[in-house]
């Protein structure tokens, strides 16, 4: 059966909305590390640009690269753009993460059949 999981994570400011996008999916895909095949979505058309055509951004090129290499231990790896209202999830997790005072991590694992949310893990630092 197949799972989804949901990560929330606050950290300190980047130095773009785009900067911060790009972090956050290296740290998405280094949370899955035991899985072997992955599908992000994001709202964020820059950001799936940003890995289909990597030349178009040098400003971005360590964290391309960096992404890149974590790609190398998956069997199969995705980005597909969604319209921002269908992100309804994510946006609630921004919403709660901009609440958060310390520098946290979580995730969350759902599965596809409408079952109720499982905490899997929960990193904190204040």
Known sequence: ????????????????????????????????????SIRFETDCSDLVDMTTNPMDWPTFATEIEMY??????FEDVSMFHILRNM??????????????????????????DGGALRRIGLSAST
């Open 1 to 36: 059966m197949d799972s989804e999981y949901f990560g929330l994570r606050v950290c300190s400011r980047s130095l773009s909305a785009l900067h911060a996008e790009i972090e956050n999916l290296l740290w998405a895909t280094s949370c899955m590390r035991d899985i072997t």
């Open 68 to 73: 890149q290499r974590l790609q190398e231990d």
């Open 87 to 112: 992100n309804d999830r994510a946006d609630a997790l921004v919403k709660e993460a901009r609440n958060r005072s310390y520098i946290f991590s979580h995730i969350d694992q759902t599965q596809s």
